[in-house]
């Protein structure tokens, strides 16, 4: 199993411009979470996926991000445009269907928008 | 709103002492409870899950509490080596699919 897959691992960009973050949960895991983590606030849940379809987009900080999950074995987020304080570690993560299954997380991407 | 807590921030201690990392969490309600371990630069990796209606759980060298009623978990470690050295957090799943993530205790054991 090689585990939940994100790339890239390392994103610098310009304020204003579009970034798009990328990945491929654990295969027959339902369930696809997108997480942002900061010094400052931790670990906040931006928005989840279950079977391919949003569930709860309540963590998505403003109309400048959106994600979507085409099919069962990859997602994106995008934030466009990008703004300085956008800068964080993204982690995607998944899980399976059964209600007692962990969480499994991707190494994360370190964005970083000048 | 559920909130979960970990104390210490951080913690030092030498090589080969048993240690205890202690989470909260204000509602009671969860349906179960994860710890994972942080390394630096890298993401989160499940050390021990328990469910709600478990006290305890084990593996290896970690052994985690839960006391559902007084909101509370405990992660202990056994005989600690430098290889434990990392970010520990706690996380409560109230009963969506959400989990509520603590901020974290650092450990760092020394040589």
């Known amino acids: 199993d090689a585990g939940v897959i994100q790339s890239p691992r390392h994103e610098v960009t310009e304020m204003g411009q579009e970034v798009t973050l990328r990945c491929k949960p654990i295969?027959?895991?339902?369930?696809l979470f997108w997480y942002r983590q900061t010094m400052m606030r931790g670990l906040e849940l931006l928005i989840y996926?279950?079977?391919?379809?949003?569930?709860?987009d309540s963590g998505m900080p403003e109309d400048r991000f959106s994600a979507k999950m085409p099919n069962a074995s990859f997602s994106t987020l995008k934030i466009q445009p990008s703004e300085p304080r956008d800068s964080a570690v993204y982690f995607c993560a998944s899980r399976k269907p059964n209600s007692n299954s962990p969480l499994h997380f991707g190494n994360g991407t370190r964005l970083t928008v000048t | 709103k559920q909130e979960v807590t970990q104390i210490p921030a951080a913690l030092s201690v030498p090589e080969g002492e048993n240690l205890v990392l202690n989470c909260s969490f204000t509602?009671?309600?969860?349906?179960?409870l994860q710890w994972f371990r942080q390394d630096p630069g890298k993401g989160l990796t499940s050390l021990l899950l328990?469910?709600?209606?478990?006290r305890e759980q084990t593996s290896g060298r970690l052994n985690a509490s839960l006391d559902k009623s007084s909101g509370r978990s405990t992660l202990y470690i056994a005989a600690s080596q430098p290889g434990d050295s990392a970010t520990y957090l706690c996380?409560?799943?109230?009963?969506?699919?959400?989990?509520?993530f603590g901020p974290g205790t650092r450990l760092s054991v020394l040589p």
């Open positions: 328990i469910q709600s209606s478990q």
């Open positions: 295969s027959g895991h339902d369930y």
């Open positions: 996926f279950n079977n391919n379809v949003p569930i709860d």
């Open positions: 996380a409560v799943r109230p009963g969506g699919q959400n989990f509520v």
């Open positions: 509602d009671s309600a969860i349906y179960n």
